[in-house]
Nanobody, 123 residues
Framework: QVQLVESGGGLVQAGGSLRLSCAASGRTFSDVNMAWFRQAPEKEREFVGSVTWAGGRTYYADSVKGRSTISRDNAKKTVYLQMNSLKPEDTAVYYC????????????????WGQGTQVTVSS
């Protein structure tokens, strides 16, 4: 079992930055691939990005590529999502997810989910 708790969300103006954190507890963290998803009001949950267990590879959705960076600290059992140049369309609840499988963009591949943290970007 892996328990995930997100933090760092909030209200920010367009063009601003936020860093989200996801703290994990439970089983060994260093062999778990991690991802961020988000869900805007009345929309399906979508992939934001993922990072492999060793942190060596990251993958991003086109919508955030170039503006976001995912990283992880296995010693702290924490994964981060740094978001820059935020836009109103980035407004959503952001979820952290973990999988023992591949770090794909498919949410069904992820076994464990956090409760989410709200990010609101004002124009």
């Amino acid at each position: 079992q892996v328990q995930l708790v997100e933090s760092g969300g909030g209200l920010v103006q367009a063009g601003g930055s936020l860093r989200l954190s996801c703290a994990a507890s439970g089983r060994t963290f260093s062999d778990v691939n991690m991802a961020w998803f988000r869900q805007a009001p009345e929309k399906e949950r979508e992939f934001v990005g993922s990072v492999t267990w060793a942190g060596g590879r990251t993958y991003y959705a086109d919508s955030v590529k170039g503006r976001s960076t995912i990283s992880r600290d296995n010693a702290k059992k924490t994964v981060y999502l740094q978001m820059n140049s935020l836009k109103p369309e980035d407004t959503a609840v952001y979820y952290c997810a973990a999988t023992l499988g591949a770090a794909t963009a498919y949410e069904k591949n992820y076994n464990y989910w956090g409760q989410g943290t709200q990010v609101t970007v004002s124009s």
